[in-house]
């Protein structure tokens, strides 16, 4: 039966300072290192290990994959990495204090930015201390400048449809490890949750999400596998 298995990254530094992430990489905290563990633990104890593994290319994704795989005993399954499945592009709120951004341009203003489906932030300005466009890790891609989620579900979809669904087609179990509104963008397309609900849908950090499905990808059931 395919299965895919959806795994937001640990928390990460800026999560715990409360500070707009997007494309920045920073790393995980210790409590992330933890979570991550623990999801690979748990993936182990329920006996749901994955064949293949996909994440982003930011390190605090790479590092929850490779800390779960090693706690689950399976480190060496193959996996690949791809732009496409990093965070949104936050534009030019990258590395703002989320409380103080709220106090500067007002908390309805903000809970547009953060939450409305298809209005970007601001974008940001080219040459920036947060601007990745010369990144080497983004060589030959067109560095988003900001992304709303309407514009992440668009490079996240393609993709999916592309190099994920194949395994899933041979009945593999396939574990994403991304981020929150990227891991939005499949739930929403498995789920088929409306333009407005999926803005309100939160992520946890470090929990397995996970989707069984039939032999023409239609979903069986969806749960968090600490419930099962």
């Known amino acids: 039966m395919p299965r895919l298995i959806l795994l937001r990254h640990g928390q990460s530094q800026w999560n715990l300072e409360n500070r707009f992430t997007g494309w920045w990489d920073v790393d995980?905290?210790?409590?992330?290192?933890?979570?991550?563990?623990a999801a690979g633990a748990l993936l182990k104890d329920k006996g749901m290990l994955p064949d293949v593994a996909f994440t982003s290319l930011q390190s605090r994704a790479i590092k929850t994959l490779h800390l779960?795989?090693?706690?689950?005993?399976?480190?060496?399954?193959?996996?690949?990495?791809?732009?496409?499945?990093?965070?949104?592009?936050?534009?030019?709120l990258t590395g703002l204090d989320k409380a103080e951004t709220a106090a500067k341009h007002g908390e309805d203003q903000v809970k547009i930015w953060r939450r409305s489906f298809d209005i970007p932030p601001p974008v940001m300005e080219r040459g920036t201390e947060f601007?990745?466009?010369?990144?080497?890790?983004?060589?030959?891609?067109?560095?988003?400048?900001?992304?709303?989620l309407k514009d992440t579900i668009a490079r996240v979809l393609?993709?999916?449809?592309?190099?994920?669904?194949?395994?899933?087609?041979?009945?593999?179990?396939?574990l994403v490890a991304a981020h929150g509104n990227?891991?939005?963008?499949?739930?929403?397309?498995?789920?088929?949750?409306?333009?407005n609900e999926i803005t309100g849908l939160e992520i946890p950090t470090g929990q397995p999400i996970?989707?069984?499905?039939?032999?023409?990808?239609?979903?069986?059931d969806r749960y968090y596998l600490s419930e099962r």
């Open 182 to 195: 990227s891991l939005r963008a499949l739930v929403k397309h498995l789920s088929g949750i409306s333009d």
């Open 68 to 92: 779960a795989l090693e706690a689950a005993g399976i480190l060496w399954i193959p996996e690949t990495k791809d732009w496409r499945l990093n965070e949104r592009h936050y534009g030019g």
């Open 158 to 174: 393609p993709y999916y449809e592309g190099s994920i669904v194949p395994h899933l087609k041979t009945g593999s179990t396939v």
């Open 210 to 220: 996970v989707y069984d499905l039939d032999d023409d990808l239609a979903v069986l």
């Open 131 to 148: 601007d990745l466009s010369t990144d080497p890790r983004y060589a030959g891609i067109d560095v988003p400048m900001t992304e709303s």
């Open 28 to 37: 995980v905290t210790e409590k992330g290192e933890a979570e991550a563990r």
